[in-house]
């Protein structure tokens, strides 16, 4: 069975910074590209950023120089570092795990809230 557990969630001031991390489990984690996700109250789910197997990351413009998705395959962890917080940072952010034709699996999700 996959599972996909998150952490790191909270409450942070405007300016500050989380780290976000996904442990998975039931997968070859390492032929998986990885994303985070986020959704906030009355919005749809969105990518934030991803990486493939090789290492390669993509960022949404607006979270750009803020954020830094990174994995490693020896612990099946990937993270999400995410400086210089907004208050429109503020969501429930969720972790994607994917594999074309074999398996699209989702965690349940940690919330984050930035706000002074």
């Known amino acids: 069975q996959v599972h996909l557990v998150e952490s790191g969630g909270g409450l942070v001031q405007p300016g500050g910074s989380l780290r976000l991390s996904c442990a998975a489990s039931g997968i070859i984690f390492s032929i998986y590209a990885m994303d985070w996700y986020r959704q906030a109250p009355g919005k749809q789910r969105e990518l934030v950023a991803g990486?493939?197997?090789?290492?390669?990351?993509n960022y949404a413009d607006s979270v750009k120089g803020r954020f830094t998705i990174s994995r490693d395959n020896a612990k099946n962890t990937v993270a999400l570092q995410m400086n210089s917080l907004k208050p429109e940072d503020t969501a429930v952010y969720y972790c994607?795990?994917?594999?074309?034709?074999?398996?699209?699996?989702w965690g349940q999700g940690t919330q984050v809230t930035v706000s002074s």
């Open positions: 994607n795990a994917h594999l074309f034709a074999v398996g699209n699996y």
């Open positions: 990486i493939t197997t090789g290492g390669s990351t």
